[in-house]
């Protein structure tokens, strides 16, 4: 019980010390576990000159991490939010895909575990995780995107699968509303702390996702969304979900950037087309067109389908012929 209270505590108190994404420090927790590399920390034993140099300033403004992870339990203790860890009963099992070394030994900073998750909410976030598909695209979504994205979210929900999003306007808010009108869980992950409602624009909606469904977030309550926390949240999103399908994108957007981490991590790309005439399809259109793992869906049942493809690879053993052709 101890160990485990241990363990929660150091992890927020991390948490509060470096924004996600961090390799020198996954590495240190990775080693030696949260509660030694907070006494590391402490004493100055950081092999890291990076991240040396962003705790110098980061103790100097906070203090004590390990006071304020009492104190940010407290808080989010009586505001109605936990703090889920691995090895808690509610961890989302597909989150430990990432901090996974590749092939070439090397971790993607990009692709870095979380050290511990918000929940806002009063599901399961592991159950709600179980079956789950992440849903985003444009934010000036337009009503073609709308209509699709309705659709689809409608039908997943209707087969009992969780819908995930960003909690932002457009094809999001879409997505979480349709899950909310099926009585279906839907899942908000935030770049901010579960106790901002942000956009401020969908603090109804959000407020909503918080009694129903559920918020969450790897920051701290009360840290502010800010731009590069936007594109680190990106990974969890992909990593939470069994699979994500994209509604609208223009070229560069966050949505395409989203779609990357999910290709990142094997895990089925599913792309909704649109008009060639419109910039907020382009992007769809690229990635249908050059990577060649993209599934070109239009109806719910090609979403199942490839979901269903993707559980039988995860779960069919290789072939003596594949395995053979793998190690050449």
Do not use: K
């Given at each position: 019980?101890?160990?485990?209270?241990?363990?929660?505590?150091?992890?927020?108190?991390?948490?509060?010390?470096v924004?996600?994404?961090?390799?020198?420090?996954?590495?240190?927790?990775?080693?030696?576990?949260?509660?030694?590399?907070v006494?590391?920390?402490?004493?100055?034993?950081?092999?890291?000159?990076?991240?040396?140099?962003?705790?110098?300033?980061?103790?100097?403004?906070?203090?004590?991490?390990?006071?304020?992870?009492d104190?940010?339990?407290?808080?989010?203790?009586?505001?109605?939010?936990?703090?889920?860890?691995?090895?808690?009963?509610e961890w989302?099992?597909?989150?430990d895909?990432?901090?996974?070394?590749?092939?070439?030994?090397?971790?993607?900073?990009?692709?870095?575990?979380?050290?511990?998750?918000?929940?806002?909410?009063?599901?399961?976030?592991?159950?709600?995780?179980?079956?789950?598909?992440?849903?985003?695209?444009?934010?000036?979504?337009?009503?073609?995107?709308?209509?699709?994205?309705?659709?689809?979210a409608?039908?997943?929900?209707?087969?009992?699968?969780?819908?995930?999003?960003?909690?932002?306007?457009?094809?999001?808010?879409?997505a979480?509303?349709?899950?909310?009108?099926?009585?279906?869980?839907?899942?908000?992950?935030?770049?901010?702390?579960?106790?901002?409602?942000?956009?401020?624009?969908?603090?109804?909606?959000?407020?909503?996702?918080?009694?129903?469904?559920?918020?969450?977030?790897?920051?701290?309550?009360?840290?502010?969304?800010?731009?590069?926390?936007?594109?680190?949240?990106?990974?969890?999103?992909?990593?939470?979900?069994?699979?994500?399908?994209?509604?609208?994108?223009?070229?560069?957007?966050?949505?395409?950037?989203?779609?990357?981490?999910?290709?990142?991590?094997?895990?089925?790309?599913?792309?909704?087309?649109?008009?060639?005439?419109?910039?907020?399809?382009?992007?769809?259109?690229?990635?249908l067109?050059?990577?060649?793992?993209?599934?070109?869906?239009?109806?719910?049942?090609?979403?199942?389908?490839a979901?269903?493809?993707?559980?039988?690879?995860?779960?069919?053993?290789?072939?003596?012929?594949?395995?053979?052709?793998?190690?050449?």
């Amino acid at each position: 019980m101890t160990d485990r209270h241990d363990d929660r505590a150091a992890r927020v108190a991390l948490s509060h010390l470096v924004e996600p994404g961090n390799l020198g420090l996954h590495e240190m927790v990775r080693d030696g576990g949260a509660v030694v590399t907070v006494q590391r920390l402490l004493s100055g034993d950081i092999p890291d000159e990076s991240l040396r140099a962003r705790l110098g300033a980061a103790f100097a403004v906070g203090g004590d991490p390990r006071r304020r992870a009492d104190a940010a339990l407290h808080r989010a203790e009586r505001f109605g939010a936990r703090v889920v860890v691995p090895g808690d009963d509610e961890w989302p099992a597909s989150v430990d895909d990432l901090g996974v070394a590749g092939a070439d030994g090397r971790i993607d900073p990009g692709l870095l575990a979380p050290l511990c998750l918000w929940v806002r909410g009063p599901g399961s976030l592991r159950d709600c995780a179980r079956r789950s598909v992440a849903v985003v695209g444009a934010r000036a979504a337009t009503a073609y995107g709308i209509h699709a994205c309705t659709d689809l979210a409608s039908g997943l929900a209707e087969h009992g699968w969780s819908i995930v999003a960003g909690g932002a306007f457009g094809i999001d808010a879409a997505a979480h509303r349709a899950a909310l009108s099926r009585d279906s869980c839907t899942v908000a992950v935030l770049a901010c702390g579960v106790d901002r409602l942000y956009p401020a624009g969908n603090a109804a909606l959000l407020e909503q996702i918080a009694a129903c469904g559920l918020l969450v977030s790897e920051y701290p309550l009360g840290t502010e969304p800010v731009r590069h926390r936007f594109l680190a949240r990106n990974r969890l999103v992909a990593a939470v979900a069994s699979g994500a399908v994209l509604v609208e994108a223009a070229r560069r957007s966050g949505s395409i950037h989203m779609m990357g981490r999910v290709l990142d991590l094997h895990r089925p790309a599913m792309v909704v087309p649109g008009p060639i005439t419109s910039a907020l399809s382009a992007g769809c259109h690229e990635l249908l067109r050059t990577r060649p793992e993209a599934t070109l869906v239009t109806e719910t049942a090609h979403i199942l389908e490839a979901l269903d493809r993707a559980e039988i690879a995860a779960t069919t053993p290789p072939t003596s012929s594949t395995s053979r052709r793998r190690r050449g």
